[in-house]
């Protein structure tokens, strides 16, 4: 198995930027696609953005569509998602997971396996 530890969350101004890292360990990082989700205070938790193993093939939510980058470097054993253009409703607890479905980019909660404690993102008005 892995286990994943988020960090880079903070307070931030809308408009502004911040780039979340997501660090695993245990099981070979390769082995897994991976996936960015948050939950607002009073929502479900909702998928972002998701990336095969090799990075190569991502896909996004609507709402985050080019302002969110996710990549990941294998060699680093992490998953990044870089933030940009940040409004207020962006708040919310970020979580990173992984998929041992590693050759496809999934959306489901379901389809990822392990997950991370989670990260708070605040985006200030």
């Known amino acids: 198995q892995v286990q994943l530890v988020e960090s880079g969350g903070g307070l931030v101004q809308a408009g502004g930027s911040l780039r979340l890292s997501c660090a695993a360990s245990?099981?070979?990082?390769?082995?897994?696609?991976m996936g960015w989700f948050r939950q607002a205070p009073g929502r479900e938790r909702e998928f972002i953005a998701a990336v095969t193993w090799s990075g190569k093939s991502t896909t996004y939510a609507d709402s985050v569509k080019g302002r969110f980058t996710i990549s990941r470097d294998n060699a680093k054993n992490t998953v990044y998602l870089q933030m940009n253009s940040l409004k207020p409703e962006d708040t919310a607890v970020y979580y990173c997971?992984?998929?041992?479905?590693?050759?496809?980019?999934?959306?489901?909660?379901?389809?990822?396996?392990?997950w991370g404690q989670g990260t708070q993102v605040t985006v200030s008005s």
């Open positions: 245990g099981r070979t990082f390769s082995s897994y696609a």
């Open positions: 997971a992984a998929s041992i479905d590693r050759w496809r980019v999934v959306s489901s909660e379901r389809s990822h396996d392990y």
